[in-house]
């Protein structure tokens, strides 16, 4: 029987056994997968929290102890060697491992703690995702989020190249390389000032904004969603501005520059002093929101509890929003 200490690594000429017992700690191994995941040791000592020096230094004590190179490095990137590859298995396996063993012994004051990286929609990411981690933080105080809020096609390519753990994005669905769980529902509406005669009404039809100057996100996907589906209807906007920020768009309909075309999702919580938010129908012109993972990727025990609270919190949202 194996030592747990041990790490036995199959090559095509056999099997090689490496004894860890000393040389290596869970700090290495997880070095070693952060360099793997975001692709260089850079992005990987800042996910990290860790200088790059130290970083280095861990991985070439880490490379003497398998008295072998773990990466090949170039000017470009960093890719793992024939025997780095194949430790890799193995170093995930004991990562989830450790991962459910601390989460195993929280009710005993063991807290989980470490570095979760989401790519989400800037829109759920400034009215969705910070309820949900809020509750989150409530038992796991320790986790620390690197929020990538970018646009969904950034997203989708983020969590593929495993820079981050999981998205919530509006795509997915399509790429095979991704797991799309749809979370909720998203439709439109017009956010205007209060003063404005619009304001006044419940719901607007398309055709009643056409003529009006409008604002819409220069980098947003949702742009080739409203044209496209305008355009079955026989219809086209007028957009005035181009922005790359809702809050930037907020600001531009609370100077009454204009009136913008937001996500309902987005909306504030709290009654807004000046803009008015008023959905859009005829057509209805949805997107959905769903939880987006690597196909071939297991998520961390962290990334499980928290997808769990996700759809939770999506299914009181989808509420909150139909209502």
């Known amino acids: 029987m194996l030592s747990p200490d041990c790490c036995l690594v199959k090559y095509r000429d056999g099997y090689y056994l490496f004894d860890m017992q000393i040389n290596c700690e869970m700090l290495d191994i997880r070095i070693f997968l952060a360099i793997l995941d975001f692709g260089g040791f850079q992005r990987a000592a800042e996910a990290l929290n860790l200088s790059q020096p130290t970083l280095t230094r861990r991985i070439q004590a880490l490379e003497e102890t398998f008295g072998t190179k773990l990466f090949d490095r170039t000017t470009r990137k960093v890719v793992p060697t024939r025997v780095g590859r194949e430790i890799e298995t193995h170093f995930r396996r004991m990562a989830r491992e450790f991962e459910d063993c601390v989460f195993s012994l929280t009710d005993f004051g063991i807290r989980p703690s470490g570095v979760l990286t989401i790519a989400c929609l800037p829109t759920m ?16 105080p320790d986790i620390r989020f690197r929020i990538r809020d970018t646009t969904a096609s950034e997203g989708l390519d983020c969590v593929a190249r495993g820079e981050a753990e999981f998205g919530i994005n509006s795509l997915g669905a399509s790429r095979q390389d ?3 769980t749809p979370l909720m529902d998203d439709s439109f509406a017009l956010a205007c000032r209060a ?5 006044r009404k419940k719901t607007l039809r398309w055709e009643d904004i056409k003529s009006l100057p409008l604002i ?27 922005v790359s920020h809702l809050a930037t768009s907020f600001g531009l309909v609370e100077e009454g520059l204009g009136m913008s075309v937001i996500p309902l999702m987005s909306r504030p919580r709290a009654r807004h002093p000046v803009i008015r938010i008023i959905p859009l129908v005829e057509p ?24 769990k609270l996700i759809i939770e919190s999506a299914r009181k949202d989808q509420g909150y929003q139909d209502h």
């Open 125 to 140: 990411a400034s009215a969705f995702l910070p309820n949900v981690l809020r509750l989150f933080n409530r038992r796991y």
């Open 178 to 180: 991704l797991i799309f």
């Open 195 to 199: 003063d404005h005669p619009v304001a």
């Open 216 to 242: 819409i996100s220069l980098r947003s996907d949702n742009r080739m969603l409203i044209d496209q589906a305008l355009a079955r209807s026989g219809l086209s906007l007028n957009w005035s501005y181009q």
């Open 284 to 307: 209805s012109i949805r997107r959905t929101i769903g939880f987006v993972e690597a196909r071939n990727r297991e998520l961390s025990r962290t990334a499980e509890e928290l997808k």
